[in-house]
């Protein structure tokens, strides 16, 4: 059966190591990113994950302009854009969730956390 | 913009149990493992520090001994202390920061924005913040605090 995969998308290097853990602990392949624009241009160079888990006070690109780029663009619209950031005020969950972000989840959060949202959505490898 | 007297301040036991949620998920399972008070943190240390802007204005800041700071780093990235370099410190720092910063600005008047987390080598003053809140930590027998600065105070 062939590996889904994820994107994670996050300025620490030792977030993206414990996400990439969970993710690969669930089937999925793993790609990386530092920043949205770097991202961006993982996707441009034609690389398609089924999901990107996206933090949001990231350098460079944050993760809501990331996730608006992404909206913007036809051919990433079925991209499952899932903030994973310690960003917790209510006001920007929905703002999160207006631009085009599927599901929230706040950091610290537990491998169950992130599955239950994965299996939520429907995505879970 | 300068806060208000009257806002609320997140109390000291909520900085604690903000940080005990960040190291019982990431750093250790014991919850027995960070424990209230112990010996202060002496001159040598690893400053993490995040700032906020908008309806309240400040910073929260993590400072760890540096044995303390490695060993965090050690069991962010999955590592041996050892092993661990300034580059890992530093960003396990930034990160554990981050964590803590988010959810206490949840519990501050909002809408505000965090800064990208920046950590240094030793202690870190910024002008024109006064500290309102303080916990003290112990982790494996090395002292930590994470603390609240308001603008103005």
Known sequence: M????????????????????????LGFDVV?????????ARLESGIKPEIALVDWNMPVMDGLAF????RKKEQWRDITLMMVTTESEQSQIVRALAAGAHEYVIKPFT???IADKLALLGVLA | METSTMTYVPSADDLEVITRE??????????????????????DRVTGCIQ?????????????????AQAAAA?????????????????????ITNMVGGNVKSMLPGPSTLSLPAVVYGQLTLPGVQMVRRAELTWRGQPLAVSLWRQGG
């Open chain 2, 75 to 95: 069991a962010l990235f999955g590592m041996a202390p050892g092993d661990v370099g300034p580059v890992e410190v530093a960003d396990a720092v930034g990160e």
């Open chain 1, 67 to 70: 996730v608006n780029a992404v």
């Open chain 1, 111 to 113: 491998p169950d956390a």
């Open chain 2, 52 to 68: 906020l802007s908008g309806m309240y204005v400040g910073a929260i800041m993590l400072e760890l001994a540096p044995a303390a």
């Open chain 1, 32 to 40: 990386e990113a530092p920043n949205g624009a770097e991202a961006i």
């Open chain 2, 22 to 43: 960040v190291w019982m998920s990431f750093l250790d399972g014991d919850p027995a493992g960070l424990v209230a008070g112990g010996s202060a943190l002496g001159e």
């Open chain 1, 2 to 25: 062939l590996s889904l995969l994820a994107m994670v998308i996050d300025d620490s290097s030792a977030m993206r190591l414990i996400l990439g853990r969970i993710m690969r602990g």
